[in-house]
């Protein structure tokens, strides 16, 4: 679960934004969507080669 605490004097837009932050960071969302649908183990596995292949390129332009 995700909270923040609002100082008195904060703004409500301010604790809002710090609240959007937070959630997006801890992956609460991205979560959500993984598990709404399901993915084959063989498509799973393709798109996470896939995701090391792109991985691996960004590593050797970065070098």
């Not at 992956?27 to 798109?47: H, N, Q």
């Not at 090391?52 to 390129?57: E, G, L, N």
Request: charged residues 45%; proline residues 2%; positive net charge.
């Amino acid at each position: 679960m995700v909270g923040i605490t609002i100082s008195e004097n904060e703004s409500i837009d301010k604790a809002l934004k710090r609240f959007k932050k937070k959630y997006e960071r801890s992956g609460v969302l991205k979560e959500f969507k993984k598990r709404t649908f399901f993915v084959k183990p063989s498509v799973k596995k393709r798109l996470e080669r896939i995701k090391a292949t792109r991985r691996a390129q960004r590593n050797d332009d970065m070098d």
